[in-house]
């Protein structure tokens, strides 16, 4: 099998789309109470041969409490078969459990083989993308994150018969150690998603947040959730916003200037490392001393800018993540 890489774009046996949002109302505060619709693409590009394919729909009972630790977070199944060079393109709305409020999370698509019902393979014929609209009809696009199969074309991929689908190098390709936000826009408003693999869905990942403005200077912050959020930037810390880093850091008035003359009027931006430092249960036992994530910049408010982008990842590799652990 080729050795792992962490460009993103190869096609897989599994994907992983990093947020939906399911019919009307789908959104934590203080994005909620609008509309959200999630058209996911999925592509079948081998020519000559079949796959079924098993949509795992993660959906987070929110906490209106603490939008980063979700009530819970239940699995909706779906399945269905992608003939030679099919596409097939759902509305998330219709496609997933019909919840009121409608629903909000990530999702799994695996391929598993038509002959034998509920069996994952390797199948690294897959690619995909998700659109997502909100309640203001503007729109982002991201693509799926892929993850080839390690066992050879067309074997059962749950070598240990865990029923998980395994990031470990055995089953699948492992998933990135460390996540980068290349750049991010203080006033945009934007929103990162993040989604835990490692452990069960009510463990907590412990990340840090090592963070740098426009000027080289360093900070940093730490957050905790389960499972899944998405949620604005300057959630996770006021470190993200305009008047902080304006009024409170050392910052370079030459960069992003968005008249191309007087240096009062920039807009600070910045970028950041995101880690994980532990998992841990809702006990305070520790899962693993770092844990497995995905993410992507999502949006921002609805009346305001929208775009999306997946993060960056690292050539080093965590070998602890699965989905989905019971």
């Not at 693509?143 to 055995?170: C, Q, S």
């Not at 775009?307 to 965590?318: A, K, N, P, T, V």
């Amino acid at each position: 099998m080729p050795a792992a890489v962490a460009d993103g774009r190869n096609p897989g046996s599994t994907l992983i789309y990093p947020v939906h949002r399911s019919g009307s109302g789908g959104g934590q505060p203080p994005e909620g109470g609008g509309a959200f619709f999630t058209v996911l693409c999925l592509t079948n590009t081998n020519p000559n041969a079949q796959t079924t394919v098993h949509y795992e729909y993660a959906n987070v009972n929110a906490n209106p409490n603490d939008p980063f630790l979700p009530v819970s977070c239940t699995i909706f199944n779906r399945r269905e078969l992608l003939t030679p060079a099919d596409t097939l393109c759902v509305l998330t709305s219709c496609h997933n459990a019909v919840a009121p409020g409608g629903q909000e999370g990530y999702v799994v698509v695996s391929a598993e083989n038509p002959e034998l019902f509920g069996v994952p393979w390797s199948f690294d014929w897959l690619v995909g993308s998700e659109l997502v609209i909100n309640s203001s009809g503007l729109i982002y696009s991201v693509n799926a994150i892929p993850f080839e199969a390690r066992v050879a074309a067309g074997m059962a991929t749950d070598v240990d018969g865990d029923g998980n689908l395994d990031f470990d190098e055995v089953e699948y390709e492992g998933i990135a150690d460390v996540l980068y936000i290349d750049t991010f826009v203080a006033i945009q408003g934007s929103q990162l998603a993040l989604l835990n693999l490692t452990g069960r869905s009510q463990d907590t990942n412990h990340v840090q947040f090592a963070i740098w403005n426009d000027n080289e200077f360093p900070l940093s912050t730490t957050l905790k959730f389960k499972c899944w959020f998405d949620q604005p930037l300057q959630e996770i810390s006021q470190i993200f916003t305009q008047n902080f880093l304006r009024f409170s850091t050392p910052h370079d008035p030459a960069e992003l200037n968005i008249d191309c003359s007087v240096p009062t009027n920039t807009i600070e931006t910045g970028w950041a490392i995101i880690d994980s430092v532990g998992v841990f249960t809702s006990g305070g036992l520790e899962v693993a001393t770092d844990g497995a994530m995905l993410g992507a910049i999502t949006s921002g408010h609805p009346t305001r800018w929208d775009g999306g982008h997946l993060l960056w990842e690292s050539f080093d590799r965590q070998l602890n993540g699965e989905a989905f652990a019971p």
